[in-house]
C-alpha cells in the first residue's frame, strides 16, 4: 500500500469506498484489540486475586491440619493405655511442642463419669496425689446438679491459675459443647464447636474434640462407640489467639480477609471494615468453604482498593480502544480528503500495541512472525529484527508433544480463538511458562489471513501453584509419618506397661529400702520395705523433699547437713553416692542404722531424679559392737603377760640380770622382736575397737608443717639407717597445719614405717606441697609396689597383703587406722600410684591451718566432745 | 641418798621385774600389792614417788589415787599411773588438775623408759622444792 493515481472522478469515488472500508476495518481491528487486550487485563488481575485467596486457603487450611494432627497423637496416647496418669500426660503434652502453634490455648483431657461414679471420682481426684503435688482438696464437678453423665475437665495443660479454673467442668452441661462431643464420639473424628465462652476466663472461643475409647472395644456402630467412650481430647481456641503469625503481616498485602463460622466472625484478617465501606470500582470478592472438624467455616475474602488500582492503572484496553478509534477516524479523514500513505495507520497502530503491557505477537497464516511488541522482545530476548520473517517454532520448548499443536493450529485455522498455556524458550535457553489468546484475523471474505497471539508470563504463578502441589504432598507425608509414630507409641507404650507391672512388682517385694526422687530431690517413689523401715506411709511423703522429711545422722548421731548428704551429692554430681554407718529417723524418733546407695539417674545427660536403695545394719552393729567389747577386753588382759615378756627380755639383754651368755643373745633379741610385734598388734585392735566406738580424743591444734616432720624422720631414720636405705624430706611448704599432733605422727610413722618395711634398696622421698586447704604430704619408696588385684584391700580392716612371705609382717590395720585418723583430722590418706617392684607413693593431706577445712574440722570434733565430755589432763 | 619409790602392783611377776629394775638403778622400792596397802605405806612413809597399777584386787588404783588426793601430803605426791588398761572416760575424770599426775601404759614402755620417765618426774620435784 503505497500511494494512489492521481484523481478522477472514478478514483475520487473508489477513494471514498475505500476510506470507509478503512474506517471501518480500523474500528473492527481496534475494538477487536481492545477486546483482548482488556480481557487479558481483567483475566490478569482476577488470576492474580484468585491466587491470593487460594494462599489465604492454602495457610488456613495447612494450620486446620496441624490442630487435627495433634489431636491424633492425643488420642493415640490415651488410646494405648489403660489409663492416662498425669504423669504421662504433662511430659507428652510438652514434647508435642504446643508453643509451636500460638494459637492452642489448652489442651486438655475430658473423661466421661457416670452419675453412679461422680462420689467416687471426686474422692479420688482429691486424694490422688499424682494428679498435682500440692492436690486439689477442692475438686468439684461444676456446675452442680444431678446428670446422667458428665463430661469432666481431668487433666489440662499448660497449668496455670485461669487454666485451673476449668478442671472439674463438665462439658456435658453445655449443649453447643455436648452437640460437638457426641458429634466426635459418633464419627470418631475431630470435630470443632461452635463459638462458645471458655471456660477457663469466660473468653469467646471454640474447642477440637477427638474421642479416646476405652481399649479393645468395638467401635463399629453407634451403640458400641457410646458404650466405649472413654473420655476426650480437646483443643481449646481464643478467637483473640486465633491464627497468631499465620501471615507474616497481619493481613496479606492486597486482600482482607473474614472468616465466619455461621453467623459468628471467627477472624479478621486485616481491617475489613475500612475495605467494605471503601468505594471501589473493580472490587474482587470471593467466598469459599473450609471444612474444619466436621463444621464448615466461611472464608470472604475482598480486594483492596490498591489491589485493583495496580492493574486498572495499566489501562491499556481504554488507550487501545481510543487510540485505535481517534486512528481509524484520522485514518479515514486522511484518505477519504488526501490519500495519503496507509502506512501512517500502521505505525500509529503499532504505537499503540506497543503501549501494551503483555506480549503480543502478529503472525501470518504460517506462523511467520512478522510483528512483535517491545514486551515480547523483553520476555523472550529476541530482539524484533531476530523474530520477524522467523516461525513462531523458534520459541519451540519441546514441552509440548505434536498433537498439543495440531490441536492449536486446528483451533485458530478454523477462524476460532485458541486459550491455553505453553511452555516457551526463551533466547538464552531458559523456559517460561505463557497463557496465550491466539485468535485469527481474517478478511472480508471470512478467509484467515494473520494471527494475533496475546501472551501472558505466568511462570511465577505456576511455580507458586506447584510450591502449594509440594506443600500439600509433604503434609500428607507428615501425617503418615504421624501416624507411623503413634503406632510406634502405642507397642512401646504396651511394652512400657507390661515393664512397668514387672519392674512394680520387684520393687515393692525387695527386703532393702528403696526411695525414688525427682530431680529437685522430692520423693516419688518409696516401696513397702522402705515404708516399714522407717515407720513412713508413702501417701504423707510422696511429694515431699526427701532430706526434709527423713533426717540423716553421723556414727555419733549427729544430724548431718544437707549438703554432705549422698542424695544431694549425687544430684550435683550425678555420680553413685554412699552412705554408710549412718542412721535415719525412725517416724517413732528413734535412729535406725543403714548403709545407703544412691544412684542418679541420668537421661540425655540430664540428671532426672536418683533411686536410693537402703538397708537396716541393726544386727551388724550389734555384732560389730560385742566384737569390740570382746576385743577390748582381751587386749587388756593380754597386755599384762606381755610386758612382763617384753620387759623381761629387754632386762636381761640390757644386763640388769648379769652378764649374758652371747648363744643366748640372739634367741633373746628374737623373743624380743616377737613380743614387740605381739604389743603392735594387741594395740592395734584397740585402737580399732576404739574408734568404733568413738572413744578416741582428738585434740586439734595448730602447727608448723617443716619441723614435725623433722622431728619424726629423726625417729624413723634411725629405722631406715638398719636397713641401709635412705630418708630423703625434699623442701617442705612453710605452712601452718591444723592436727592433733600425736595422731599426726602416728598417721606419718605409719606411712613411711610400712615403706620403709616394704623397700630394700633405693629410699624413700617425703615431699610436701600445697592444693587448696589442704597440704598433700606424698611418700614415694623405690620398695616392692603393689599388685592391682590388691590396691583395692589396701585400707580394708585386718588385709594382709601378702606380697612375699618373707618379707616382715605387719598388723594389717596401719593404714586403715591411719586412713581414719587423717579422715577424722579432716584430711585423708591415699594410694597415688603403685607399680610392682617399682615403688609406691602413699600421699597423706592434712588441712592447713585456719582453711575452711580446718575450721569445719574443728567445730565438728568440738561438738562431738561437747555430746561426750571429757576431762583430760597432762 | 637413795630415793624411795612406792610400787602398787598385784602381779607377781611384774613386782619382780620393775622391783629388780629400780634396785639396780639405785632407788629404795616399797611395794603394795593392792591399793590398800599402797595407800597406808604411802601415807605413813611419804615415798618420793608412786608407780601406780589401776586393775588390783580389794582397791583398785584410781580409788587409792581418790583417797591419796585428799591428804595433805598426797594432794602434792608424785604418781605416775603404770597400767595396760587405756585411759578411759572414767579414770581421766578421776584425775584432779594441777595435781603430779602421769600416765603410762606398761606394754608401750619398756622398762629403760619407764625408768627414763621416772627420772624425768622426779628431777621436776626437785625442781619445784629449790
Known amino acids: ?874 | 641418798m637413795s630415793q624411795t619409790i612406792l610400787l602398787v602392783e598385784d602381779d607377781k611377776v611384774l613386782v619382780s621385774m620393775y622391783q629388780t629394775l629400780l634396785q639396780n638403778h639405785g632407788y629404795a622400792v616399797k611395794i603394795g600389792y593392792n591399793g590398800e596397802e599402797g595407800l597406808k605405806i604411802a601415807l605413813s612413809d611419804h615415798p618420793d614417788l608412786i608407780l601406780l597399777d589401776v586393775r588390783m584386787p580389794k582397791m583398785d588404783g584410781i580409788t587409792m589415787l581418790e583417797h591419796l588426793r585428799k591428804d595433805l601430803w598426797g594432794e602434792k605426791a608424785k604418781v605416775i599411773i603404770l597400767s595396760n588398761l587405756d585411759p578411759t572416760d572414767q579414770i581421766l575424770g578421776s584425775i584432779v588438775e594441777n595435781h603430779p599426775t602421769y600416765y603410762l601404759i606398761k606394754s608401750n614402755n619398756p622398762p629403760e623408759q619407764v625408768l627414763e620417765q621416772i627420772k624425768e618426774v622426779l628431777e621436776t620435784k626437785q625442781e619445784e622444792k629449790s
Open chain 1, 1 to 874: 500500500m503505497n500511494s494512489y493515481p492521481s484523481k478522477s472522478p472514478l478514483y475520487n469515488k473508489i477513494l471514498g469506498i475505500i476510506s470507509f472500508i478503512v474506517l471501518f476495518v480500523g474500528i473492527a481491528v481496534t475494538f477487536f484489540i481492545w477486546q483482548y487486550t482488556r480481557d487479558n487485563v481483567r483475566n490478569n488481575a482476577e488470576s492474580n486475586f484468585t491466587r491470593e485467596v487460594n494462599q489465604i486457603e492454602y495457610a488456613l487450611t495447612k494450620r486446620i491440619g496441624m490442630y487435627k494432627n495433634i489431636l491424633f497423637a492425643l488420642q493415640g496416647l490415651f488410646s494405648a493405655s489403660e489409663s492416662v496418669e498425669r504423669q504421662e500426660w504433662s511430659p507428652f503434652v510438652r514434647t508435642a511442642r504446643i508453643v509451636d502453634y500460638p494459637d492452642i490455648e489448652y489442651i486438655s483431657y475430658i473423661e466421661i463419669v457416670k452419675d453412679d461414679e461422680k462420689e467416687e471420682f471426686i474422692k479420688s481426684f482429691r486424694s490422688d496425689i499424682r494428679t498435682s503435688p500440692a492436690g486439689y482438696p477442692n475438686f468439684a464437678i461444676y456446675p452442680e446438679g444431678k446428670r446422667s453423665e458428665y463430661a469432666v475437665v481431668k487433666y489440662i495443660y499448660p497449668e496455670n491459675e485461669e487454666s485451673l479454673n476449668a478442671l472439674g467442668f463438665d462439658l456435658y452441661s453445655s449443649p453447643p459443647r455436648k452437640i460437638a462431643l457426641d458429634k466426635a464420639r459418633d464419627m470418631n473424628q475431630p470435630v470443632a464447636s461452635e463459638l462458645i465462652n471458655l471456660a477457663t476466663d469466660g473468653s469467646s472461643g471454640f474447642f477440637m474434640a477427638a474421642p479416646i475409647y476405652e481399649n479393645g472395644k468395638p467401635i463399629n456402630t453407634a451403640e458400641e462407640k457410646i458404650a466405649a467412650l472413654k473420655g476426650f481430647v480437646i483443643v481449646t481456641f481464643k478467637i483473640s489467639s486465633l491464627f497468631t503469625n499465620i501471615f507474616p503481616t497481619d493481613s496479606p498485602p492486597e486482600v482482607v480477609f473474614t472468616i465466619y463460622d455461621q453467623d459468628d466472625v471467627l477472624y479478621k484478617g486485616g481491617n475489613v471494615e475500612d475495605v467494605k465501606s471503601s468505594i471501589q470500582q473493580n472490587r474482587y470478592t470471593e467466598t469459599r468453604m473450609l471444612e474444619v472438624g466436621q463444621r464448615t467455616w466461611l472464608l470472604e475474602v475482598v480486594s483492596k482498593p490498591s489491589f485493583a488500582n495496580s492493574f486498572s492503572e495499566r489501562g491499556v484496553p481504554t488507550i487501545a480502544a481510543i487510540g485505535g478509534i481517534v486512528l481509524s477516524l484520522m485514518l479515514f479523514l486522511i484518505i477519504y480528503y488526501s490519500g495519503k500513505s496507509v502506512s501512517h495507520l500502521i505505525l500509529l497502530q503499532s504505537t499503540a500495541l506497543k503501549a501494551a503491557a503483555n506480549s503480543v505477537v502478529i503472525t501470518d497464516i504460517k506462523g511467520i512472525i512478522q510483528w512483535v511488541n517491545p514486551a515480547f522482545t523483553k520476555l523472550t530476548g529476541y530482539e524484533p529484527n531476530e523474530l520477524v520473517g522467523k516461525s513462531t517454532r523458534i520459541l519451540n520448548s519441546g514441552k509440548q508433544g505434536k498433537e498439543f499443536y495440531r490441536n492449536l493450529w486446528n483451533t485458530i485455522l478454523a477462524g476460532k480463538t485458541w486459550k491455553g498455556e505453553i511452555t516457551n524458550k526463551r533466547k538464552d535457553g531458559t523456559l517460561y511458562q505463557e497463557e496465550q489468546y491466539i485468535s485469527p484475523v481474517t478478511d472480508k471474505s471470512g478467509k484467515v489471513t494473520n494471527f494475533i497471539a496475546i501472551k501472558q508470563d505466568i511462570t511465577q504463578r505456576k511455580q507458586i501453584e506447584e510450591k502449594i502441589t509440594l506443600t500439600n504432598r509433604e503434609l500428607e507425608d507428615s501425617k503418615k509419618a504421624m501416624v507411623n509414630m503413634l503406632e510406634d507409641l502405642n507397642s512401646e507404650k504396651t511394652n512400657l506397661a507390661r515393664e512397668k507391672v514387672k519392674d512394680e512388682a520387684i520393687l515393692a517385694n525387695i527386703g532393702d529400702g528403696l526411695i525414688g526422687t525427682d530431680d529437685v530431690g522430692k520423693i516419688i517413689l518409696i516401696n513397702h520395705s522402705a515404708e516399714a523401715l522407717l515407720g513412713l506411709s508413702a501417701k504423707k511423703v510422696i511429694g515431699k523433699k526427701f532430706i526434709d522429711t527423713i533426717p540423716m545422722f553421723d556414727e555419733s548421731k549427729a544430724p548431718i547437713s544437707p549438703d554432705k548428704r549422698a542424695l544431694t551429692k549425687a544430684l550435683t554430681h550425678g555420680m553413685p553416692t554412699h552412705d554408710s554407718n549412718k542412721y535415719y529417723q525412725h517416724a517413732d524418733r528413734t535412729k535406725l542404722p543403714i548403709v545407703a546407695t544412691v544412684t542418679p539417674v541420668i537421661l540425655n545427660k540430664k540428671i532426672i531424679g536418683t533411686i536410693e536403695v537402703f538397708r537396716d545394719i541393726t544386727k551388724e552393729k550389734e555384732i560389730d559392737q560385742l566384737k569390740d567389747e570382746f576385743v577390748s577386753i582381751t587386749s587388756h588382759e593380754l597386755r599384762t603377760p606381755l610386758t612382763a615378756i617384753d620387759g623381761l627380755v629387754s632386762m636381761i639383754l640390757d644386763g640388769e640380770y648379769g652378764a649374758v651368755n652371747d648363744n643366748l643373745k640372739q634367741p633373746l633379741k628374737d623373743v624380743n622382736e616377737s613380743s614387740d610385734r605381739l604389743i603392735r598388734l594387741v594395740n592395734n585392735l584397740l585402737n580399732v575397737s576404739r574408734m568404733q566406738v568413738g572413744k578416741e580424743k582428738y585434740i586439734l591444734s595448730e602447727f608448723l608443717l617443716s619441723k614435725k616432720l623433722k622431728q619424726t624422720l629423726e625417729l624413723l631414720d634411725v629405722v631406715a639407717d638398719k636397713k641401709k636405705i635412705s630418708l630423703k624430706l625434699a623442701e617442705i611448704p612453710d605452712v601452718q597445719i591444723q592436727a592433733d599432733e600425736d595422731k599426726f605422727q602416728e598417721v606419718l610413722n605409719n606411712i613411711i614405717g610400712n615403706s620403709i618395711k616394704f623397700t630394700d634398696k633405693g629410699g624413700i622421698t617425703i615431699k610436701a606441697q600445697v592444693k587448696d586447704d589442704h597440704v598433700e604430704i606424698s611418700v614415694t619408696d623405690s620398695g616392692l609396689g603393689i599388685a592391682k588385684e590388691d590396691q583395692s584391700k589396701l585400707f580394708g580392716k585386718f588385709e594382709q597383703i601378702s606380697t612375699r612371705t618373707d618379707k616382715p609382717a605387719g598388723t594389717g590395720l596401719g593404714l586403715y587406722i591411719s586412713r581414719a585418723m587423717a579422715c577424722k583430722m579432716g584430711g585423708d590418706v591415699w594410694l597415688a600410684q603403685s607399680i610392682p617392684e617399682k615403688g609406691s607413693t602413699f600421699i597423706f593431706s592434712v588441712p592447713i591451718a585456719k582453711s575452711k577445712i580446718a575450721q569445719r574440722t574443728k567445730k565438728e570434733i568440738e561438738n562431738e566432745s561437747k555430746a561426750n565430755p571429757d576431762h583430760k589432763s597432762n
